[in-house]
C-alpha cells in the first residue's frame, strides 16, 4: 500500500520569507500523480500544485513550486513571500494511475503552517 | 461556475441511525469520490464513482456504500452509526476518472453522540 509522509506537523514563517515543507512517499509504482492542497480554517480543500510522476521538471504555480526527486521519492513544496492568507493546513497528496484511470488520493497526515505578520 | 456543493453541511444523529450526504459536482465533471477526515485517522478514501459506477474502493466496511445519479449528483450513506463515524465528509468531483485534479466541496460534518 502507498503511504505519504509529512514530517513536519507544524511550520512557521515570517510573512514574506520562503517555507519548504517536506513530503514523502513510498510506493512501487512507476506512473502516479503528486498533489499539494491547502485547507484553510474555512475547510474547503484547495489544489495548490500538481505533478505527474513522468515529467522531470518540477511544478510551479506563481509563488509556489516544488523539489520532486523520483529516485528518493520526495516531493517538497517551496512557498515563496509568503503571505498571511498562505496560513493553512497543506496536505501532500498521491495518486495511482492505473488502466486508464486511477485510484483515490492517498494523504499524509498534514503540515500546520503559521505565518508571522 | 459554481463549485462542489454538499448537503447538508452540519448533521448530528445518534448511534445506531443512518445518515445521507448529498454531493453536487462541478457542472461537466463525471467523477465524484469520497474522503472521511478525522483528527485521528486523517483523510481516507471512500469509494468514487464514474458514470454511475462504483470504480474504486477504500478500506472501509459495508456500513458506508454510494451512488451517483444519471446527472453525476452522488449521494453516500452510512447505516448503523458509531461513535467512530463522527468527521468531516468531503465530496470532490473532476471531469473524468483518472484525470489527476479533483475539486472538494466544504465538507458535510457529522456528529454521532
Known amino acids: 500500500a502507498q503511504t505519504v509522509t509529512q514530517s513536519q506537523p507544524e511550520m512557521s514563517v515570517q510573512e514574506a520569507e520562503t517555507v519548504t515543507l517536506s513530503c514523502t512517499y513510498d510506493?512501487?509504482?512507476?506512473?502516479?500523480?503528486l498533489f499539494w492542497y491547502k485547507q484553510p480554517p474555512s475547510r474547503q480543500m484547495i489544489l495548490v500544485i500538481r505533478?505527474?510522476?513522468?515529467?522531470?521538471q518540477n511544478a510551479t504555480e506563481n509563488r509556489f513550486s516544488v523539489n520532486f526527486q523520483k529516485a528518493a521519492k520526495s516531493f517538497s513544496l517551496k512557498i515563496s513571500d509568503s503571505q498571511l492568507g498562505d496560513a493553512a493546513m497543506y496536505f501532500c497528496?498521491?495518486?495511482?494511475?492505473?488502466?486508464?484511470?486511477?485510484?483515490?488520493?492517498?494523504f499524509g497526515k498534514g503540515t500546520h503552517l503559521i505565518i508571522q505578520p | 461556475k459554481a463549485g462542489v456543493t454538499q448537503t447538508p453541511r452540519y448533521l448530528i444523529k445518534t448511534r445506531g441511525q443512518q445518515v445521507t450526504l448529498s454531493c453536487s459536482p462541478i457542472s461537466g465533471h463525471r467523477s465524484v469520490s469520497w474522503y472521511q477526515q478525522t483528527p485521528g485517522q486523517g483523510l481516507q478514501f471512500l469509494f468514487e464513482y464514474f458514470s454511475e459506477t462504483q470504480r474504486n474502493k477504500g478500506n472501509f466496511p459495508g456500513r458506508f456504500s454510494g451512488r451517483q445519479f444519471s446527472n453525476s449528483r452522488s449521494e453516500m450513506n452510512v447505516s448503523t452509526l458509531e461513535l467512530g463515524d463522527s468527521a468531516l465528509y468531503l465530496c470532490?468531483?473532476?471531469w473524468g476518472q483518472g484525470t489527476g485534479e479533483l475539486f472538494f466541496g466544504e465538507g458535510s460534518r457529522l456528529t454521532v453522540l
Open positions: 505533478q505527474e510522476a513522468y515529467k522531470q
Open positions: 470532490a468531483s473532476s
Open positions: 510506493t512501487s509504482e512507476s506512473d502516479y500523480y
Open positions: 497528496a498521491y495518486r495511482r494511475r492505473s488502466g486508464g484511470g486511477a485510484d483515490g488520493l492517498t
